[in-house]
């Protein structure tokens, strides 16, 4: 059986509160070896801490992401600001792997974007001094996202690989962009719909060793359960289509993100 990872979930989300052990199970006889849960909110790293501690298994080993994400931006304060700081001191015990999942986002603007920004460099700048990467997301603020590393990076304050940018759907130029900066990128369900078209040439153009699959479960079910909560075991069907898309066997694909994954997170 191959050994599958799943880079980016929501376990913590309450629709896995009645079931989570059968949802973890299932990943498990999935092929799933390694699961990451991230993080959105406050409440949801403390969350992430505790399901990566109590539900580690040598079998299926969980880990996590501590981090705010732009739609919470307004929350931010220096208290939960040196909290995360306390928590990534301690990552090995609290299984903390990268920072996230940080950003900007333009979509929904639930928080000010000059508020989204100034949050955004403050967990840059906390990402670099703990030597920790980085899990980005951005939606609809590519042009602002781009301005921000850029500047993290001509002030040498961008590590040499950052992180990923969790469920890319951008240009190929902006990949190529992400690219030079070290970034990885990450894949889910939605590369299985009919209607994808710019993630599959992505894919197609992108190096093997900077592709990461993953869920964003709950949300984003692929194909053939669209329309259905996600869940990990599904992170098969984003693998089995990004091996199409490389023209490689899904045994190949899996053995490559899983290496991709451990190197990023140094698990």
Request: glycine share 6%; hydrophobic share 40%.
């Amino acid at each position: 059986m191959m050994h599958l990872i799943d880079t980016h979930t929501h376990l913590n989300d309450e629709r896995y509160a009645a079931d989570l052990d059968q949802v973890l199970l299932r990943a498990k006889d999935a092929g799933l070896t390694r699961i990451i849960l991230a993080s959105a909110a406050f409440g949801d790293c403390v969350d992430s801490i505790r399901i990566a501690k109590e539900k580690n298994t040598p079998e299926l080993e969980l880990w996590c992401t501590v981090g705010i994400h732009p739609h919470e931006a307004s929350h931010y304060s220096d208290g939960i600001h040196e909290q995360l700081r306390k928590w990534l001191v301690d990552r090995s015990v609290n299984r903390i792997v990268a920072l996230g999942e940080i950003g900007l986002d333009y979509f929904y603007d639930h928080s000010p974007r000059e508020e989204q920004k100034d949050v955004f460099r403050r967990q840059l700048d906390l990402a670099f001094e703990m030597d920790i990467p980085i899990v980005l997301h951005e939606r609809d603020a590519t042009q602002d996202t781009l301005l921000i590393l850029e500047e993290f990076h001509a002030k040498g304050r961008l590590r040499p690989v950052p992180g990923v940018c969790h469920c890319f759907s951008g240009s190929e130029e902006v990949a190529e962009k992400l690219f030079a900066y070290g970034f990885y990128l990450g894949f889910d369900g939605p590369i299985t719909f009919k209607n994808s078209r710019r993630a599959p040439e992505v894919i197609r153009m992108a190096p093997l060793n900077r592709l990461l699959i993953e869920t964003d479960c709950p949300y984003l079910t692929p194909i053939p359960f669209r329309g259905q909560r996600n869940e990990p075991a599904y992170v098969k069907y984003v693998l089995e289509k990004m091996a199409e898309l490389k023209g490689i066997l899904p045994e190949e694909m899996a053995a490559i993100t899983m290496n991709n994954a451990c190197q990023l997170f140094g698990i």
